[in-house]
């Protein structure tokens, strides 16, 4: 099998000749490379560089996500504010994190239920993107924005004629939740689920529809087999097994259904613990899913639940990158193929992200282990 016959088949819960590796490297190829995250997140030939660094260094089957010249467009995909690298004070080698604001008070709800998303996600880009403060700078990040369109589109291109699939093949998505709770901020969020369900409730099928069209339009834009759709606040970290299938579920199926119709792969990429909310992930098609889980989730229990209805992917974790060593590694990864590769439907992977102060003998092992 070649690459992306390996990961087709492990997606449609099929044994492929051997186990495919696609590790998130993130961050972590401009380490590698040599480049300063500023560099990553601002200079797209910079960033194709350093992976193809890694792609020479190391060889994978496919790619996940792919962060070269997202930098001044972040708050488009993501409309909170974020702390870039370079910028507000941040040094020119730390990574970008989002800023945890209040942004709209309660009353946004019935707003988005009457009018719809689109008038809060554009107060909110404004808020968090500067260039669109005057129509002087608005201009010209416009067109700054449709080039990194295709260049990112022709990124996509190249790895997928050189038989390496791109899992994380539009920019980041998150579900309406994630939405709703980055807008309204995390802790006053979680207090209106308790003082206010029926209007989150309420708000919740336009924040749908407003995310299915923004997922859809990324897949037909980048010309992408995959489509990528991140979560973590719908996690058991954060919410109850029946806060989930009061207030995600429907979205989750919605939305899967829609990037399913436009021809593409879902690829849910779910961070913290998610181990008390698996088996409502057997309602999505079968077969027809990845769901990349990061070390928070028994991916051992994921396995028993889910193992013939949606292929797994993960989760190394963070830890054994930076700290362990490329025996631990090896043991860890080789455990991970035996168990939860038994019988096929499962993708190695890094937990989340390759850290970027991981060893590179320790990436190696990772890959290495399925060979």
Not at 157 to 176: F, I, Q, S
Not at 243 to 254: A, T
Request: hydrophobic letters at 40%; a negative charge.
């Amino acid at each position: 099998m070649d690459r992306r016959e390996r990961i087709v088949a492990a997606v449609a819960l099929r044994k492929p000749d051997r186990v495919p590796v696609v590790p998130d490297f993130d961050s972590y190829p401009a380490r590698h490379f040599g480049i300063t995250q500023r560099e990553l997140l601002f200079d797209m030939r910079k960033a194709e560089a350093a992976l193809e660094a890694a792609w020479r260094d190391f060889g994978f089957d496919g790619h996940h996500l792919f962060l070269g010249g997202s930098g001044p467009f972040v708050t488009v995909g993501m409309p909170m504010k974020v702390r870039l690298p370079g910028r507000d004070g941040a040094a020119d080698d730390e990574p970008m994190q989002a800023m945890e604001e209040e942004q709209e008070g309660p009353e946004v709800y019935g707003e988005i239920r009457r009018r719809g998303f689109t008038r809060v996600y554009t107060r909110a880009v404004r808020r968090a993107t500067p260039e669109l403060a005057s129509p002087l700078t608005a201009a010209p990040y416009g067109v700054s924005f449709l080039r990194y369109v295709l260049g990112f589109r022709r990124h996509i291109t190249r790895w997928e004629k050189r038989g390496v699939p791109c899992l994380g093949g539009t920019p980041p998505n998150v579900l309406p939740f994630d939405v709703l709770s980055g807008t309204r901020s995390l802790v006053p969020f979680s207090k209106d689920l308790r003082t206010c369900p029926e209007e989150i409730l309420g708000a919740l099928p336009a924040v749908t529809a407003f995310c299915s069209r923004m997922m859809v339009g990324g897949v037909r834009a980048f010309a992408s087999r995959y489509c990528f759709i991140g979560s973590a606040r719908t996690s058991a970290t954060f919410i109850s097994p029946a806060d989930f299938e009061r207030f995600v579920l429907p979205s989750l199926l919605e939305i899967t259904g829609r990037v399913l119709a436009a021809g593409a792969t879902p690829f849910f990429h779910f961070d913290s613990d998610y181990t008390p909310m698996l088996q409502f992930f057997r309602e999505l098609p079968r077969g027809k899913c990845v769901l990349n889980l990061d070390e928070s989730t028994d991916i051992f229990e994921a396995k028993e639940i889910l193992g013939d209805h949606i292929c797994l992917m993960g989760n190394v974790p963070a830890s054994l990158f930076t700290l362990g060593t490329a025996e631990e590694m090896g043991d860890y990864c080789e455990r991970l193929v035996r168990e939860v590769g038994e019988g096929g439907g499962f993708i190695l992977s890094s937990s989340c992200s390759v850290p970027p102060e991981s060893k590179p003998e320790n990436v190696h092992a990772m890959i290495d282990s399925v060979k």
